[in-house]
Structure formats: C-alpha cells, structure tokens
C-alpha cells in the first residue's frame, strides 16, 4: 500500500467514525470503540484458545465443512423465536458459531471445558444461552 492510499485510508475511516458517533463528543465515542474493541480481542482470544483446548473435537477441525455448516444450521434452527420471518437461511445461520455447536452437543462436558480455559486463558467467555 502507497503512503498515499494509507492517507485516503485513514481519511475514509475518520470520515466514517465521524458518521457513526454522530453528535456525541470524540473523546467520548473512543472510550466506546476502545471497549467494544477490546471484547473483540478477549472474544477472538477466547475463541482460538477454545479451537487449540478442543482439538479435533472442536466443530469443523476435520476439515467436513458441510457437517459443520449441517450442526450450525440445526443449532441456529432451534433458537430463531417462533414466527421468524426476515432474513434468508444463511443470515440466520451466520450467528451460530462453531464454539456454540460445540456447547450445545457436549453439555456435560461445558464444566470442565470451562475450568480448563480458565487456567489457559484466565477468564471464560460464557454460551449466553445456557
């Protein structure tokens, strides 16, 4: 990338977060960009260390996507509220993620699961819908 794209880059997402906050001051919409940025990194921290823990038996490992894009859609299925009608299959089942798949085939196993990754990564990010 030139010096002179990363300029228009960096002019682009000003421009951008300048439209997102709105009215709101500067100051205050960077503490809220640095927040959610920052759960983004202990989620994708979380999520890698999750892939490493579980190995093969992590959703998708083996290489069989179309078993994986199967156990997501089957997962997805049963949680969209009755009546759901917007959306294709696919945006619907984009939110299930292979972490999910894994929590709600090994109920009985999300204990030690989650004792582990504590002593790994030194938090859990919990299945908000156990």
Do not use: C
Request: charged share 30%; aromatic share 10%.
């Amino acid at each position: 990338m030139t010096d002179n794209e990363q300029k228009q880059l960096g002019k682009t997402l000003w421009n951008i977060a300048d439209q997102l906050r709105g009215a709101m001051n500067a100051d205050d919409f960077r503490d809220y960009m640095l927040s959610f940025l920052f759960l983004r990194y202990l989620s994708d921290n979380y999520e890698a260390g999750a892939e490493k823990e579980l190995g093969k038996s992590y959703p998708g490992v083996d290489g069989s996507e179309e078993s994986l894009a199967s156990d997501v859609s089957r997962v997805a299925e049963r949680r969209e509220p009755s009546g759901f009608a917007a959306g294709s299959r696919k945006d619907r089942t984009a939110r299930a993620v292979p972490l999910q798949v894994w929590y709600e085939h090994n109920p009985d196993d999300v204990a030690a699961f989650e004792k582990q990754m504590r002593r790994k990564v030194h938090y859990v990010i919990r299945n908000h819908r156990q």
